[in-house]
């Protein structure tokens, strides 16, 4: 029996969902794992045969009775996932749907796909999700698959060696702010310093600009010091929709895998995890964001720093995917 995971292809480099799938499969293909480039391409046309005859080339290496973790979704489209799915069925493989991203809750006009997205999840035998949230929104979407494993954290894996972060009074926020407008619509005190690649015609006035680094320079830059910033679509914690708080940050597990202290919003499905193990704030507006940091002393963020230490190892190391890993192969076995 073997073990194969589907892996993302295609899409530019500043792409998270790229970036995500292909560090997946960075830790994964050192457990011995196979893996089956997916390539993101416009499928809008493609004669029925054609599909058919790409994806038989995909799965050549699965044989009957073989794990396969499909990472989803793969951005080609629900029918064309979907018609994956359905290839994988008829080589009777135990099917793991590892759910990334869930594009009907991710933006409200794709919600009617909701039941073409629990349709195809329903084929699997197991669900890695993002959170517990997450699996009981699906269930009550009409989910019926029962195994579930829940990631928790993305990891961001890398072997750099990295600064020890200083106290500092700033906030970094790693996104893109036409996703977030608030962002560079900044208020408060403390001086907030966005990385994304500036657009022509927008105003940064009220933030520090970076631009884009590559993931090697961004978490050399980041392990310098201050808070990441995690927060949703919408400045107001009540107006922010449900997906923010169902999923998982991937810049939370940017600035973790660097060791930097961070805030998030109190939200966020992993807010308990930040709080428990003493790693940054949880704030309820960006005014007490702003303010926990103004009030924030030096042996606090140096504590902060210290406990960081650990998550930032598991992360850096795989670890988290390492454990969704082994979590779904023993309960794929029950
Ligand atoms: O200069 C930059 C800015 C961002 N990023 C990456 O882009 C991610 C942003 O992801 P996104 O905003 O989609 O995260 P989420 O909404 O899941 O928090 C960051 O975490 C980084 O990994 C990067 O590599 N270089």
């Known amino acids: 029996m073997k073990i194969h995971f589907t892996n ?25 794992v196979n893996e089956l480039g997916i390539y993101f391409y416009d499928q809008t046309n493609e004669p029925d045969g054609e599909l058919s005859s790409r994806m038989d080339g995909i799965l050549a290496g699965v044989a009957f009775g073989d794990i396969v973790f499909v990472q989803s979704p ?4 629900i029918e064309w996932d979907n018609r994956l799915v359905d290839k994988l069925k008829l080589l009777q493989t135990k099917l793991v749907m590892f759910i ?17 997205y629990i349709e195809m999840y329903n084929k699997s035998d197991l669900v890695v999700v993002p959170s517990e949230q997450m699996y009981h ?27 020890t972060p200083q106290f500092e009074k700033k906030l970094i926020f790693s996104g893109n702010p036409s996703r977030f407008p608030h962002i560079i619509d900044w208020k408060y005190d403390t001086p907030l310093h966005v990385y994304t690649e500036p657009v022509e015609g927008v105003d ?12 090697q320079e961004l978490l050399l830059e980041l392990s310098k010091g201050g808070f990441g910033l995690v927060w949703g679509n919408s400045e107001n914690p009540e107006d922010e929709r449900d997906y923010y708080k169902e999923n998982i ?41 702003n303010r926990l940091v103004q009030d924030c002393t030096e042996e606090e963020y140096a504590q902060m720093v210290q406990k960081a230490q650990y998550t930032s190892y598991l992360i850096r190391n795989g670890y988290f ?12 076995g029950k």
């Open 8 to 32: 993302l292809f295609g899409q530019p480099s500043q792409s998270v969902a790229l970036m995500a799938q292909n560090d997946i499969m960075n830790v994964v293909r050192e457990l011995g």
């Open 74 to 77: 793969s951005w080609n489209g």
């Open 100 to 116: 990334h991203d869930v594009p009907p809750l991710m933006f409200e006009s794709n919600y009617y796909l909701m039941p073409a």
């Open 137 to 163: 929104r699906l269930v009550s979407e009409g989910l019926t698959v029962k195994k579930y494993v829940v990631q928790k954290l993305w990891d961001l894996t890398h072997s750099l060696e990295l600064y």
């Open 204 to 215: 940064y006035s009220k933030v520090h600009i970076e631009g884009w680094r590559t993931k």
């Open 249 to 289: 940050s991937y810049k939370l597990s940017t600035y973790l895998s660097a060791g930097l202290p961070v805030v998030v919003p109190d939200y966020l499905s992993n807010a308990d995890y930040i709080r428990e193990k003493g790693i940054g704030f949880v704030a309820s507006s960006l005014e007490e964001a």
């Open 321 to 332: 995917t390492k454990k969704l890993f082994i979590d779904s192969i023993v309960a794929l």
